[in-house]
């Protein structure tokens, strides 16, 4: 494996004090490498953290080759630091990459990156409750050309930024309503990537979403827009009448790793998960029925985000009076208790730096 070489900064920065919010606060150091075409990627290099110089023709402006991933580092209660299932993230930044023709990474060699830059910066992976290290890698096609092709040279970097919650709000439940007029990935897109293109492709139905007082939209299939898809940035998870319900991964839907422990925590405990196809319409009959117990968002940055209110058309749906919902709880409580390391990590989850 490359030797990855560390050049650290003479100048910290001050440590944030306050409420950390999320993303806006960046460390000292960022992991970076090459690709180019021939050689594969090479000079890994951990450096201070500061801008990057690209050419105004760099590919990645124009036609968006990109991708990324978001996982984080949790301190527990004895100071140590550890990753919570870092090989699914690796695993599925090379599907992305696949998908949008971007060179592979190593996985053994992404999460050693990842790894060695949480540890230089450790000092900056948070203390107090319910906050991390969110680790933010990518890649990003560097050819300076404006023919529409695959770029022969890349750039690989990886920036980390101490989180509290992402939602303002906190555990408290989120109002979402359902896109009608704009969709967000068909199938035979790029919707199952995590590629920054599919996000500039969200952005505006998230402006009209949070000026109408909601946290972000539900997203429908881009077919026949019946279907249930996913939120802006978490899948979503239905308890109707006893049963678990979550839209299956077709194609368009990001294969969150939140999503997957979900489905194997709930199993676990006994509960029927169904992964199908979901209407609205199943939704609001089920709501009206008085069978729809919870709904709630898996992402990482989100966690487990339960959901109080759902705008159907015209439609608001209160769900569990508003407030978190038992099952929610005991998701929220057992998988942060897993990432944080209170709760016991049956399942090797959790990947100590
Ligand atoms: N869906 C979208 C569109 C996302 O951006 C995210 C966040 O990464 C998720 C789902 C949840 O995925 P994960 O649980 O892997 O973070
Ligand atoms: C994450 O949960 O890691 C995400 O990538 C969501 C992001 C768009 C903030």
Known sequence: MQEIKIYKTDAPKAKPTGALGFGKIFTDHMFIMEYTAGQGWHDPRIVPY????????????HYAQEIFEGLKAYRTKDGSIQ???????????????????IPEIDPDFWVKAVSTLVEVDKDWVPYEEGT??????????????LGVHPSKTYKFIIILSP????????????RIYIETKFVRAVRGGTGEAKAGGNYAASIKSQEVSESLGFSQVLWLDGVEQKYIEEVGAMNVFFKIDGKVVTPALVGSILPGITRKSTIELL??????????RLSAAEVEEAAKAGKLEEMFGTGTAAVISPVGLLRIGDVDIT????EIGPLSQKLYDTLTGIQWGRVEDTKNWVYKI
């Open 50 to 61: 500061a801008p990057i110089e690209l050419d105004p023709s760099a590919m990645v402006f």
């Open 83 to 101: 990753l919570f299932r870092p090989y699914e993230n690796a695993n599925r930044m090379n599907r992305s990459a696949d998908r949008l023709c």
């Open 132 to 145: 991390s290290l969110y680790i933010r890698p990518f890649v990003i096609a560097t050819d300076p050309m």
């Open 163 to 174: 989180v509290g919650s992402y939602y303002a709000g906190g555990l408290s439940p989120v």
């Open 267 to 276: 199993k676990d405990w006994g509960y029927e998960v169904e992964e199908r």
């Open 319 to 322: 769900i569990n009076n508003g």
